[in-house]
């Protein structure tokens, strides 16, 4: 429906770069395990598109964890018969909503990649949610956005997943959460709570067109608990909205796919941390 979105390939494997290529030295060397948890891992592409850049970009003897819950039964299902198939284990993709039911409760992760549900509204969980945001130590004390749209909800989520030692997560986002909610309302309140914490790494703009059942124009944020010293007390914002070919022929909404050679200029761009006319460091 409209609302839940299979992410276009393209746009998973720049996330992907994006989460794991400044954190490369934290891959290499034998007998290492690393976990990759997507909290609404629908039939699970990010996961293994994760586990694939990472083995063939910087290790392939490295042994990743894959975990992934998901509300949809039939993704869910695909999801778990996918894992089964390519080796993985399956107990580690769970059922129901991870707003409500975390199915992982007090598990912390190393990558977490994911892409919520966007302009959903979650009513059907605003009393759980509500509740759990009363409580101090609970994923949403910091606030809750408005209940149109629970998209930065998942963002606390996975914020309350990060090892102490150190975690990155990439989320696709489209505009509301960098911009609904006036000064002290629980959108502003989150967003300064993540810039505050100095979690916020960089946000980089999409082209509009690249999804299958919407238009809109989408966000890419990088949020992680151990900054490099460069990047600490700063944020980087990338243009990428003009990274993209027009497809031959539409997939639904989908007219536009990011390039190769965008998503290098993009991901050489990030890692550059330089100032230049697609990017600013605030």
Known sequence: TSGQYYTPRDVVRLLVSLVFSEDKENLKGDGIIRSIFDPCCGTGGMLTIGKEWIHENVNNKIELRLLGQELNEQTYSICKSDMMMSGEDP????????LSEDKFQGDKFDYMVTNPPFGVSWKSEQEFVETESQN??????????????????????MISKMESKGSRIGIVFNGSPLFTGDSGSGESEIRKWVIENDWLECIVSLPDRLFFNTGISTYLWIVTNKKSDKRKGKVQLVNGSSFF??????????????????????????????ENEICKIY
């Open 91 to 98: 107990n580690n993709i769970r059922d129901k909503s991870s």
């Open 136 to 157: 101090p130590n609970g994923r949403f004390s910091v606030g809750t956005p408005r209940s149109s749209d629970g998209s930065l909800l998942f963002l606390q989520h």
């Open 245 to 274: 070919k027009s497809m031959k022929k539409n997939l639904g909404e989908k007219s536009k796919e990011i390039t190769d050679e965008g998503r290098k200029t993009i991901i050489e761009t990030y890692i550059n941390f330089k």
